[in-house]
Nanobody, 118 residues
Framework: QVQLVESGGGLAQPGGSLTLSCATSRFWFGIAAMGWYRQAPGKPRELVATITRTNTTNYAEAVKGRFTISRDNVKYTAILQMNNLKPEDTAVYYC????????????WGQGTQVTVSS
C-alpha cells in the first residue's frame, strides 16, 4: 500500500508563505511522479502542481509564479512552497501520486488545511 504522509499547512495572512511536505517510501519516490491537489468548500478538487521523477513540473495557472513544487531526494519528500498567498488559496490540500504501471490507480494523502485570512 502506497502511503503519502503530509505535513505543513495552517493559517497564513494574505501575502504570506506556507510550505507543505509529502513523504513517501524510498521505493515509491523513485518510480512515481508526485503532485498536489486542493479542494475548497463547495468546489471540485483541482490540480495545483505536479513533478515527475526527472523534475519536470506543471502548475495550475492560478498558482504559477507563486507556488513551487520540488523533490527532496534525501527525505523522499515532495515539497510545495507557497508564496504570496491569497484568500482564494484557502482549501484542503492533498498530496497525490499515480501508479506508473496502472494509470487508473490513484493514491492520496490525508489532506491538510490551508487557510489564508487576515
Amino acid at each position: 500500500q502506497v502511503q503519502l504522509v503530509e505535513s505543513g499547512g495552517g493559517l497564513a495572512q494574505p501575502g504570506g508563505s506556507l510550505t507543505l511536505s509529502c513523504a513517501t517510501s524510498r521505493f515509491w519516490f523513485g518510480i512515481a511522479a508526485m503532485g498536489w491537489y486542493r479542494q475548497a468548500p463547495g468546489k471540485p478538487r483541482e490540480l495545483v502542481a505536479t513533478i515527475t521523477r526527472t523534475n519536470t513540473t506543471n502548475y495550475a495557472e492560478a498558482v504559477k509564479g507563486r507556488f513551487t513544487i520540488s523533490r527532496d531526494n534525501v527525505k523522499y519528500t515532495a515539497i510545495l512552497q507557497m508564496n504570496n498567498l491569497k484568500p482564494e488559496d484557502t482549501a484542503v490540500y492533498y498530496c497525490h501520486s499515480k501508479n506508473p504501471w496502472d494509470s487508473s490507480r490513484d493514491y492520496w494523502g490525508q489532506g491538510t488545511q490551508v487557510t489564508v485570512s487576515s
